[in-house]
């Protein structure tokens, strides 16, 4: 079970929530959202090693470099129909692990960022948000099965962070083979309910405002048990 924590934006609080066994961080890089990611371990401003991403020096015995990146968890990038030269920047600066496109990219847009990305900037995952209503949307899914690596199931709405459900039954319907995630509006109280539900190719949750104390940070306390409780 993956899980991944989305919209973090605040240092002390990435360096808490990395401390959990969770999977993936999501950083979000969209303007109009109150989860949006400035400078936080940008070349630019802090490198990694000194970001909440990298080992403290007591732990690496001295100054960290920028060989003794920590690579878990991993970093997710959020982007919703942003141009691709910003991308390919973030994903340099910040040692993306994964993009996450959550706007209305095209399949041919996705290809040309790999092709930029891979290998010469650095290897990524891409996962491509498809929103949610009805099964008929299901249908989009078909045009990124040969360009992404994964899909997150979210609730139709605008940005990550919506704090509503979708009807997790409509993904009966579906029968590609890329594997997903869910997200969108999940609380703590539904650990129980993401055990339960089953589909061969569900890998993981994405969850994010329902386990703030106020955008951008999370509540150690409540992601940490429901991690536990996911993952038990």
Known sequence: MIVKVCGLCVADNIREIRKLDVDWVGLIFCPSSPRYVKQLGARGGFYPDYSPFAKSPKELGGQ???STRVNKPKRVG???DDMPQNIVTRVYNF??????????????MIENLRRTLDPDIRPVKIMKTIMLESEADLEKCKDYESVVDYFLFHTKSGLTGCGKRFDWSILNAYKGNVPFLIGGGIAPEDAEAVKAFKHPQFVGVDINSKFEIEP???DVEKVKQFVEAVKA
């Open 78 to 80: 959020v982007f919703a």
């Open 216 to 218: 951008g940070v999370k």
């Open 95 to 108: 040692y993306l692990d994964i993009v996450q496109l959550h706007g209305e990219e095209l399949p041919v």
């Open 64 to 66: 960290p470099t920028l």
